[in-house]
Each structure stands twice: as C-alpha cells, then as structure tokens.
C-alpha cells in the first residue's frame, strides 16, 4: 500500500513513530476486512483497531498526491491572531467535534472537503461507534473559507478542552478523597472544582495541579482562598506576576503558615488525612 507522512523533512524523520500517516486503500484491497474486525475467537486475523481511535477515513476519486497536498495544509492551522495550532483532524474524536461544529458554516466545510474532491468521511470510533460525514449540499459551488480558526472555533475548542480538565479533577477528587464527596456530596464538589478553575484562571493559572490545589484547599479548610486569610496575602499571591509554579509553592506554604498560626483549620480533620498535593 503506498503511505507517506503529513510531517515533512526532519520532522517526519524525528516523528517517524507517532507522526499522522496518509494511506491509500485500494477498494477490495484484503487488508481492508481485517481493519474493520476485532481479534477473538472468530476474527484470528483481525487487527483489531476496531477498540481504538486508528484514524479516520476518506472516499475520493482524487489521486494520492493532490489528497497528501491537501491534508498537510490541514494539519497545522492559524487563529485569527497569528498563533499555529494543530488540527487532529485524523483522530476520529477531534474530526466529530471539528465537523459538528461546522455544520452551519458552508464555507468552511468547503474548505475542508475542498469542494467535492472528498467524497465521504467515516470512521469507528471507541469500538463499534460508527460517524459517518457525507455532504448535503454541492460544496463545490459554495466559496471556501480561509484555511484558519476562527474566534468562535477557538474559544469552542478552549471551553470544551476546560470542561474536560474539571471534569478530570473533580473524577480525581471523587475517586482519591471520597471523604469529601461524603461530608459535602458531590455537588458542592463540583461547585468547588468550578470556583477554582475561576479563581485559577483570574490568576493565570492553566495547569490541573493548581486548580487541584484550590479546590482541595477549598475543601479541607472550608472556604476560597479569597476569604481564608485575613490579611489578603493568597490572593495576593494569585494574582501576582510570579510564575505558575511558584504560585503553587508560595500559596502552599500561605496556607501551612495560616494551619500553624491556629487561623485556619482542616475541616475534616478527625476522619480524614488528605493532604494537599
């Protein structure tokens, strides 16, 4: 089968093992059975890539050289302000998401699609899950966007990559401190996950240590970090220029000197030995 990597030159070379890799399937082709079939009793021969996120597939009479050109202009796109980001667009999961959101915007689809030299998109997606892209309308009579993210692909991709991240953190605090999910339930749980991320990201504070760090210290003493110190200097620390990490270390080492001065005190203290990590 004839393959070649969306990466180029060094890159391709450095990224050899873990790079996106445009592969042509002839139809009838005998390897195409066992992609689509797990391993097991019945299936000897099947791959079984069917249990994970392979990679995503393109019907196209376009020949291999024109798809490869298109792809690669795809793999790395601008904002609106000038920053690259990468398009996994081969992932099934991250292609769903891209598509879904477009579905609205023409323009953009015709981009992507290139008009009608992609046929159809599909794929398998956690299993037995089939998403299947066929266009509805003749793209090609419909002008194509500009190849970028714009604001409102952005600040989609922002939210939901931070839904993501609290609903990581609050799983973690469910399944390593369930003393807190018992003493409070978990809906002040996810409240307090909720507030940290606020509080972090007013800080300037992207990282899931640090929004763990607010919540938890949320948590165990029993209010934010707005209100815990009377003298304002966790806050302080929050909103200063020091970078993120040595946030965490100074705000640590607040909180154990505000324990140690007998103003603040772990709530849960008597059934619990969470710590701050």
Not at 26 to 48: A, S, Y
Not at 85 to 113: I, M, V, W
Request: hydrophobic share 40%.
């Amino acid at each position: 089968m004839r393959y070649a990597c969306l990466f180029q030159d060094e890159k391709a070379e450095t990224y050899a093992k873990a790079a996106p890799y445009l592969v042509e399937l002839p139809k009838n082709h005998p390897v195409l059975p066992r992609l689509f079939c797990r391993n097991g009793d019945n299936h000897v021969e099947g791959i079984n890539y069917g249990e994970c996120n392979i990679g995503t597939f393109f019907r196209s009479s376009a020949d291999f050289d024109t798809l490869l050109n298109h792809f690669r202009k795809w793999l790395m796109l601008q904002d609106n302000t000038g920053h690259w980001y990468y398009l996994r667009f081969f992932d099934p999961a991250g292609l769903e998401k891209y598509l879904d959101r477009l579905q609205t915007y023409p323009s953009k689809l015709a981009a992507f699609f290139n008009g009608d030299m992609i046929e159809k998109v599909f794929c398998i997606k956690n299993g037995d899950e089939l998403v299947e892209y066929v266009p509805n309308i003749d793209l090609s009579a419909v002008k194509q966007a500009k190849k970028q993210f714009d604001k409102f692909e952005i600040e989609a991709f922002i939210e939901l990559h931070d839904r993501s991240l609290r609903e990581r953190i609050i799983g973690e605090i469910m399944a390593q401190h369930p003393e807190f999910a018992n003493a409070y339930g978990q809906d002040i749980v996810e409240k307090t996950v909720n507030h940290a991320y606020r509080l972090a990201k007013a800080g300037n504070m992207k990282g899931t240590i640090s929004i763990l760090q607010l919540a938890l210290a949320n948590l165990i003493y029993g209010d934010s970090v707005n209100y815990l110190d009377p003298e304002n200097k966790l806050n302080e620390i929050l909103m200063s220029d020091l970078t993120e990490q040595e946030k965490q270390f100074y705000l640590e080492k607040r909180f154990d000197e505000l324990e140690k001065q007998g103003r603040i005190h772990h709530q849960l203290q008597s059934t619990s030995t969470a710590c701050l990590v």
